[in-house]
């Protein structure tokens, strides 16, 4: 069966520290990728999707970036974080195609920052 | 432009009560409607998925419902428990190949005992 990890689960960082979250996937091959933030009291927003190793887009501009070193692997960084990055950050995977299938999602990862 | 209105922003219930979620929606091209359970501090999880064709989808306690005339959905609870506090969030997409779905806010339903 297919399972989806993020660490850490929480995590309090101060402004302009960096920043890497991490969401593996086991037990599929070429998901669609997905990273969301949910702010307190707010709908999900997709930040970044990717269909594949390498390949990126960006839905909302921000000093986030992501990365896809493996197939299975998706990464969220910061370099400087910010007081507005604050939030729950959801990672997601469907299976590849046009994204019609079920977004599975991991455990998040609650990110305060101070 | 695509969008995804839910009411009530927010619900409160007794224990054992039944309860409708309420789901507008102006995505086009459609292709289907989720809907998403999500407990505090967790990743939603599907509960229901509609397409054109379907009117009512069940899950348990759970019933959808979708017009697709008019662009609604709804989401009715049967003899609610406790453990169904948690924000109910509809999940719009499109036919047109995207990979980007449309969410709504949520409803969160607290169930009281």
């Known amino acids: 069966s297919q399972t989806i990890h993020q660490w850490p689960a929480t995590l309090v960082q101060p402004v302009g520290s960096p920043l890497s979250l991490e969401c593996t996937v086991e037990?599929?091959?070429?998901?669609?990728l997905y990273w969301y933030r949910q702010a307190a009291g707010r709908g999900l927003q997709l930040l970044f999707y990717?269909?594949?190793?390498?390949?990126i887009s960006s839905e909302v501009p921000q000093n986030l970036s992501a990365s896809r070193p493996q197939d299975r692997q998706f990464i969220l960084s910061s370099k400087k974080l910010l007081l507005s990055d604050s939030g729950f950050y959801l990672c997601?995977?469907?299976?590849?195609?046009?994204?019609?299938?079920?977004?599975?999602f991991g455990p998040g990862t609650r990110l305060t920052v101070l | 432009k695509n969008q995804v209105e839910q009411s009530p922003q927010s619900l409160i219930i007794l224990e054992g009560k039944n309860c409708t979620l309420q789901?507008?929606?102006?995505?086009?091209?459609?292709?289907?409607l989720r809907w998403y359970k999500q407990d505090t501090g967790r990743g939603p999880v599907s509960l229901t998925i509609?397409?054109?064709?379907?009117n009512t989808k069940s899950n348990g306690r759970y019933t959808a419902t979708l017009d697709a005339d008019t662009k609604q959905s709804s989401l009715h609870i049967t003899a609610s428990q406790l453990s169904d506090s948690a924000s109910y969030i509809c999940?719009?997409?499109?036919?047109?190949?995207?990979?980007?779905?449309?969410f709504g806010r949520g409803t969160s339903l607290i169930v009281h005992p």
């Open positions: 997601a995977w469907s299976a590849s195609g046009h994204g019609t299938d079920t977004q599975y």
């Open positions: 037990g599929t091959s070429n998901p669609n």
């Open positions: 990717s269909v594949g190793i390498g390949q």
């Open positions: 789901c507008n929606y102006t995505v086009s091209p459609f292709s289907n």
């Open positions: 509609m397409t054109f064709s379907e």
């Open positions: 999940v719009v997409r499109t036919s047109g190949g995207s990979y980007i779905p449309t």
